[in-house]
């Protein structure tokens, strides 16, 4: 039993042996905070502007439509410049967008269009920093480390969940009220710029710039589609965001029409939501490159189908909190392991744009609010929710049936020998004058990136 849970704490925070990482982890967990936080500040002062589901789906809109057309530029740019530059660039200019809205909100000088123009904004300072953070991070740990390094990062993503909407809840009832709300986010996200600060200076430009910026797009675009378990990956990361973080839009109005609460009681089903979030991924951050990913994926997205049966069908504000046992892990599970593999299975020079196909589901799930709004506005929250539930079976249906048709084609794939640059126990074995680290199998995704480092294959 010892020796399990050794190996379990092992593999799940193997990347954080690394000191750079650490750093950046770091810095992580600050910005993470405020956004997770953002989240329910997002929600309640759109709801307060318009009081409709239509407002809270128009503010969601605003970062959705910059992050759907701009992530994939973003990502071409993130394979093109200093990727570090890049994130602090991009990170800085969200502190500063949180903090000018905080002030405006503080003056009253916000409505609705307004807020919708400043998380237009917001969301354009994501299209940079996302995809070029995952590329950076693979530019930091190597090959070996970056399927760990990336369930971390999905890690310092959920473990703000339990806390952010709690404290989003109390700032916003509280005298800071919204404006000091959005001011406390772009503070801690300035902290996260300050770690990227301190940074070596990695993650130089790795696409020749001498091809046009459509060219380096029309490319990254056909590096996807001509893998099918890569297609696979994104179009289930996809749809996993779209569906798992359609609640939030519904929640206010749910509450306060159907339930007797106030929207700001969205606070405790958010911390709910993180708490089984958080507890998910640190149990499989080990697990992306295990056979029981793939199982693992679709029963946990079934799991969130569940969350919003049960959602739409709660007559009591203590069954909606419920849900959340399960929305939690079945939207933050399938996401880190998905984020994971799509990592592992990429070629360092296409990371920047695909990860930046993985920023679009986000954009997409923000614009797709606007129209679910709409909808609830006119059908019922609770019609719209159980509508919501039979889609994640359907894609699971779906899913399953791909992941059948490729399972063949990684079995096949050869192993690789771990070596010192690729593998942070094997290069202390080295330095320590002990024997070479060992021959030993990694997961099949891991052969595009072992391929690209120049790392000996064999049968």
Do not use: C
């Amino acid at each position: 039993m010892r020796r399990s849970i050794s190996g379990w704490k092992s593999n799940t925070f193997l990347a954080l042996e690394h000191p750079q990482f650490r750093i950046l982890f770091g810095g992580t967990l600050f910005a993470m905070l405020a956004y997770m936080m953002m989240f329910v500040a997002m929600s309640v002062v759109a709801y307060d502007l318009g009081g409709t589901n239509s407002a809270v789906g128009l503010v969601s809109m605003g970062t959705g439509i910059s992050m759907l057309i701009g992530s994939p530029w973003g990502g071409v740019i993130a394979d093109r410049v200093n990727r570090k530059r890049l994130i602090i660039l991009g990170q800085g200019s969200g502190a500063v967008m949180l903090a000018l809205t905080g002030v405006l909100l503080l003056l009253d000088l916000v409505n609705l269009p307004l807020m919708f123009i400043l998380t237009l904004i917001l969301g354009a300072t994501f299209v940079f920093m996302g995809p070029a953070r995952n590329a950076f991070t693979a530019d930091i740990v190597g090959p070996r480390l970056i399927g760990n390094a990336v369930s971390l990062n999905q890690l310092a993503h959920s473990w703000g969940q339990p806390v952010a909407p709690m404290i989003a809840a109390l700032l916003l009832e509280s005298a800071a009220g919204g404006g000091g709300t959005y001011v406390v986010m772009g503070v801690l996200v300035s902290i996260g710029v300050l770690s990227m600060v301190v940074m070596p200076n990695t993650g130089k430009p790795q696409q020749n710039e001498r091809r046009g910026p459509m060219s380096d797009l029309i490319d990254g675009v056909r590096y996807v589609t001509q893998r099918p378990p890569l297609r696979l990956m994104l179009l289930l990361f996809m749809a996993t965001v779209v569906i798992g973080f359609m609640f939030r839009v519904l929640t206010p109005a749910l509450l306060e029409q159907h339930l007797d609460r106030a929207s700001t009681d969205m606070g405790l089903m958010m911390t709910v939501f993180g708490v089984a979030s958080a507890v998910v991924a640190i149990a499989i951050a080990g697990l992306a490159t295990s056979r029981w990913s793939w199982p693992l994926i679709f029963v946990l997205m079934a799991v969130m189908g569940l969350g919003y049966l049960i959602m739409s069908q709660s007559q009591s504000y203590g069954a909606a909190v419920a849900s959340m046992v399960l929305l939690g892990p079945g939207l933050q599970g399938p996401t880190l392991l998905l984020q994971a593999k799509i990592v592992m299975t990429t070629e360092s020079a296409y990371l920047g744009r695909v990860t930046a196909f993985t920023m679009m589901a986000y954009g997409i799930s923000s614009v797709g609010g606007g129209p679910a709004g709409v909808v609830a506005d006119m059908l019922g929250e609770r019609e719209v929710l159980a509508g919501v539930a039979l889609l994640t079976f359907v894609v699971v249906g779906v899913g399953v049936l791909g992941w059948l048709t490729i399972r063949k084609h990684e079995a096949a794939l050869p192993q690789i020998r771990l070596t010192p640059d690729t593998d942070i126990r094997g290069a202390q074995l080295a330095s320590n004058g002990e024997a070479s680290p060992p021959t030993m199998p990694p997961p099949p995704m891991l052969r595009p990136v072992a391929l690209m480092s120049g790392q000996k294959m064999r049968r």
